[in-house]
């Protein structure tokens, strides 16, 4: 009877431990479910909070743009507007420059009007007058053109780098363009309207020279390559390469000091060669010391020096020049680019006087020239422009009446 008596006295107290167990992990796991519930429940404060935040915030981004693009529209429309009094002003600063009376760098020469008139400054004899004429007549080439104005531009694409050379050979409609300062490979196209569709320079025919050119100088003239080349302190070297063979079929040599620049505006240029009805010519400079811009004319089939001349066209914010009937045309600008404009001409005839001599300005663009290269067959010009090829259309008019 008292085995039985203990087991069930043990058996309430087992049950009893275990309720008392149970409720107490009851109690444990429904404290955390609150626990958890008041931090949902805060959570769910806060989110919504953010939420309205959020809306508050996208509203206002959203007013705030609003506001933008009208400012945006109405700023749109005022540069329109500031584009269009741009360009009239420029129109009529073009109208106004071309009225301008002309400044030119001629020399003190007896002086030939365009109507033929002659006159010297000086009351000379009869004789010594029908002489001075008769010497300075045997001087005047059959070229007697002189550029009277700019009749149009033309923007052909933008390919290569900020500075180079494009030109087309006067002898052909072929077109070969220097891309860069230096560098041993040239690009052909057949043609300008070549060019003008390619997408870019490595479409074209790759022409590998010998050596590399130095500059934006080069020129083309009846299927010869005429460039420069200097390396290091060498003289400086016209090499003549055939372009139909592949060859150099000629070098000439100046000694001028290496560090000279014949344009202080175009630093990488230390000579320039230019092609006219006359032929082949080469400004450059001797030394950094020297003032002004030198004039030879070459021979283009031995590359022999004719003649040299002194233009007295400084050298300082020169950016370019280009050669028309034996006239040096030399374009200055600034250290900011602005207008370009030919500022100092030059004549190797003496010819020139300043009443004829054309005040040119070249429209606004993006720059300043790296090269300017004039076609006698269509008397148009080559310009180069930060990159952007552009053809100048000129007038000519006669310097002289023979």
């Not at 057949?190 to 590998?208: A, C, E, L, W, Y």
């Not at 320039?272 to 032929?279: H, I, M, P, T």
Request: aromatic share 10%; glycine share 6%.
């Amino acid at each position: 009877m008292k085995p039985v008596l203990v087991l069930l006295v043990s058996t309430a107290w087992t049950f009893t431990g275990a309720q008392y167990y149970y409720q107490g992990l009851m109690d444990y796991l429904e404290n955390r479910l609150l626990a958890i519930e008041d931090r949902m429940q805060f959570w769910h404060e806060q989110s919504r909070r953010y939420h309205t935040e959020l809306l508050d915030f996208k509203k206002l981004t959203a007013e705030t743009m609003d506001g933008l693009r009208n400012e945006h529209s109405m700023l749109f429309k005022d540069l329109e507007g500031a584009a269009v009094r741009v360009d009239q002003v420029e129109r009529e600063m073009d109208y106004v420059e071309t009225q301008t009376s002309p400044r030119a760098c001629a020399n003190k020469a007896d002086k030939v009007v365009e109507q033929g008139v002659w006159g010297l400054q000086e009351s000379r004899g009869v004789e010594e007058e029908e002489d001075d004429w008769e010497e300075l007549h045997s001087r005047v080439s059959d070229c007697v053109e002189i550029i009277s104005g700019i009749r149009s531009v033309k923007i052909l694409k933008r390919v290569g780098g900020p500075k180079g050379v494009w030109t087309r050979d006067p002898r052909s409609s072929k077109v070969y363009v220097f891309n860069g300062t230096s560098g041993d490979i040239i690009y052909q196209f057949n043609s300008v309207r070549d060019f003008s569709r390619s997408p870019g320079v490595t479409s074209s025919r790759q022409i590998r020279l010998p050596s590399d050119w130095s500059g934006a100088g080069g020129a083309v003239y009846n299927d010869y390559l005429y460039y420069i080349q200097q390396e290091g302190d060498i003289d400086l070297q016209v090499v003549k390469y055939d372009l139909l063979s592949g060859s150099v079929t000629d070098i000439a040599m100046f000694p001028v000091d290496s560090h000279a620049t014949v344009y202080s505006l175009n630093s990488e240029t230390v000579a320039d060669l230019a092609v006219d009805d006359e032929g082949l010519w080469l400004l450059y400079a001797t030394s950094d010391s020297e003032p002004n811009i030198n004039l030879a004319k070459m021979d283009p089939a031995t590359l022999d020096i004719e003649q040299i001349w002194d233009t007295r066209c400084p050298r300082e914010n020169a950016e370019a020049a280009f050669v028309v009937c034996g006239t040096v045309y030399v374009v200055y600008n600034t250290r900011l680019p602005s207008r370009s404009r030919v500022q100092c001409v030059f004549d190797v005839n003496d010819m020139v006087i300043s009443e004829e001599a054309p005040l040119l300005y070249f429209p606004r663009r993006y720059g300043a020239h790296a090269s300017l290269k004039y076609n006698p067959e269509e008397k148009q010009l080559y310009g180069w422009d930060d990159g952007y090829q552009i053809i100048y259309r000129l007038t000519m008019k006669r310097k002289l009446l023979v």
